[in-house]
Every structure is written in C-alpha cells, then in structure tokens.
C-alpha cells in the first residue's frame, strides 16, 4: 500500500438493516443486564463456492463478505458478527479449501485452516446441489479428527435434489462423526433462523467481544477493496479474477458526508490491464458504478469512487499486497 496522501479511515461496519434472510438484530434483542451474555466463535470452512460467504452474510443479516459465482473469491478471513438475544455469534468466513498452486492459493488455503482455530463450532459448508468429489471428502478428512463439536451444512437446498441431500449426508458422516446437520439455502433463508437459534445456544457463556452494532472485523476501506473486486469477479473472466488485486489507497470524508475513495487495481499484464479498461474504458466505468452504488448501500453514504489499473507483475509475490489483502505470508 502506498502512503496516500490523506489518512486512512479504520472504521468498522456498522449495522444497516438492508433484508437479508436473517435480519434479525439490534438493540431490542438484547437486554442490558437482564441475561447473561454469551459469545463464541463459528469457524465457517470448506470448498469454494459452497456459499459460505453467503451464509455468513445472511447469518449476519448484512453484506459484510463478497460473493461471487467464481470459485475462489473470498481470499482472507473475515469476522461476521451476529446476534440473537443474549448470544453474539462470531462466524469466521474462510476462503474456500482446494489444491493450492501459487504462493497466493497457499496463503488463502492457509487462511483458512487458521480460521478453524480455537472454534466453538466447525462448520462445514457443502453446496448440495454438486456432487460429494474427492475434494469435499478430502476436506471432510481433514476435519474428522479435529476436536471442535463439527456441523455440516448441506447448503443450496433451493436447487438440490431431496433425495440427493439425503445421500451427501450420509456418505460425508461415514467420514466425520458429525455432532449435527442441517440443510439450508443461504441465498433464500431456509432452515436459517432455526441454524442460527441453535449457534446461538451454543455458544458459551462470556461478554461480548465486539458493540451490538458492529457487524464485521474489517474496516471500511479493507471493504471497499472488496467490493471492487467483487465486481471484478462478476465482470471479468477467465484468469482475470485471479490476476487482479484491489488496493484502497486513500479514504476521506467529504464537509458534506460523503466518502471519496480512490482505489489501485492491481494486474500482472499490459493485455490484462486493457482489458479491465475495456473498450474506450467502458469495462472500467461499469466497474466502479457497480461497486459505488454497492459501497453506497452498505455504508450509507454517497460514494465517489477513483480507479486506477495498474500492471504489477508479481504482485502475487510480494508481501506487502499479502499484507494489504490481510493474508500471512506463506514461504
Ligand atoms: N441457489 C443457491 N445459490 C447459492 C446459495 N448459497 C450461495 N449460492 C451461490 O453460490 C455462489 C458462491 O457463493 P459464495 O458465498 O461466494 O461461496 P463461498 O463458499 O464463499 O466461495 P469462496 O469464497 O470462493 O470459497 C454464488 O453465486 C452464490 O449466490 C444457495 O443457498 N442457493
Ligand atoms: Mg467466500
């Protein structure tokens, strides 16, 4: 990240009720005083695209992680932080698990196992619409021995077969002794307050470990990256996705209330980068109106957003965009 020349915003996300799935929170849920708290951690894990991320912004009942339908796209771990009476539910949204080539692939994998750490549940989410491969059952094998209480998660129920589900959850606990299962659809709410009633129950007695309005770990300007990339995993294809990185260099507050945000979209060739302009720039203007309007919504603010694509070859190894991304460096 280079230095901007004004200083960099490091607040939080906070609540903004916009009609997610389980939107249910805020202060009159919980009672000063009157219960006693209670607060865990939900490690969320498993292969690309199971919609984990989706989960954990319907858990949530806000947008606080990108989703995209392109493997890969959640790239460090993230807080969501949820609510239900008396229990603050802290769902770490890890990148998905898969067979990691490049250094980045291995930082995010990595990632991902640290973000099962120390949990109170591992949740393995399992897009059940797709069959169980050797990749799921893979990951599976990896948890089984672990000794956090384990619930799988067949998600998707919207689009899978009945029958099917019923066959992945046999199959995946002859593998993992699972404690629970539950059959969702993250994008329609199905079995969602019911799956978040249960978490909150479990969660163990202790004091909240973040304000009843803060809905996330990460600041407004690591957000804002997100979101442009988002668009970037919705509006660019092939390796693209994979080749760009986005860098919020500068992050002010207008006299007027609204947020002038200039970013850097990092791409490792010359042909990449005119094709993230597009066409007298049409690609670059659509990106960033998707993503301002985005931005606009979730921080409830007006947003004026500045790209810059930049060529970088090998940004994937160098350790200060790891950093930027919120990724350790793996040697
Ligand atoms: N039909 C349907 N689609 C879903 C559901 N949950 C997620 N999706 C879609 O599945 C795709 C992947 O969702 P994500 O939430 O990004 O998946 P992820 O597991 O976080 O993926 P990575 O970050 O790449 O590991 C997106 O297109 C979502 O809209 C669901 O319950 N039903
Ligand atoms: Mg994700």
């Keep these: 990240m280079r230095a901007g020349a004004w200083p960099f915003r490091d607040a939080t996300i906070t609540f903004r009720p916009c009609g997610l799935a389980v939107a249910g929170r805020g202060p009159d849920l919980y009672r000063w005083g009157m219960t006693e708290q209670r607060c865990g951690l939900v490690a969320v894990v498993g292969a690309p695209n199971a919609g984990k991320s989706t ?20 790239r460090a771990k993230l807080l969501g932080v949820a609510i239900e009476g008396d229990a603050q539910i ?8 898969f067979e990691p080539k490049r250094r980045l692939d291995r930082a995010m994998v990595a990632a991902a196992w640290e973000g099962a750490e120390g949990a109170d549940i591992l949740a393995l989410v399992v897009d ?55 059959f ?17 129950k479990l969660m163990p007695e ?61 791409v490792e060739r010359p042909t990449q980068r005119a094709i993230v302009l597009g066409k007298n720039g049409v690609r670059i203007k659509e990106i960033g109106a998707r993503a301002r309007e985005e931005l606009s919504r979730i921080l409830g603010h007006k947003v004026h957003l500045y790209l810059h694509v930049k060529v970088k070859p090998g940004w994937d190894e160098d350790r200060s965009v790891y950093k930027d991304i919120g990724l350790d460096w793996v040697d």
């Design 55 to 74: 989960l954990v912004n319907a858990l949530v009942g806000q947008k606080v992680a990108i989703v995209s339908p392109k493997a890969q796209t959640t």
């Design 90 to 97: 802290l769902l770490v949204d890890t990148p998905g698990i």
């Design 128 to 182: 059940g619409k797709g069959g169980i491969g050797p990749k799921v059952t893979a990951i599976a094998e990896s948890i089984a021995h672990r000794p956090e209480p384990k619930h799988l998660i067949l998600n998707k129920v919207d689009i899978a077969d009945k029958a099917r589900l019923l066959g992945h959850a046999e199959k995946l606990n002859a593998v993992v002794p699972f404690d629970e299962i539950w």
């Design 184 to 200: 969702v659809s993250a994008q329609t709410g199905d079995g969602l307050p019911e799956l978040k009633a249960h978490f909150a």
């Design 206 to 266: 202790g004091p909240w470990h973040y304000p009843e309005d803060q809905v996330s770990d990460a600041t407004e300007r690591a957000l804002a990256a997100e979101v442009t990339r988002e668009q970037i995993y919705l509006q660019l294809h092939a390796e693209l996705p994979y080749a760009s990185a986005v860098e919020t260099e500068a992050y002010k507050e207008r006299e007027d209330g609204s947020v002038e945000i200039h970013q850097q979209i990092l």
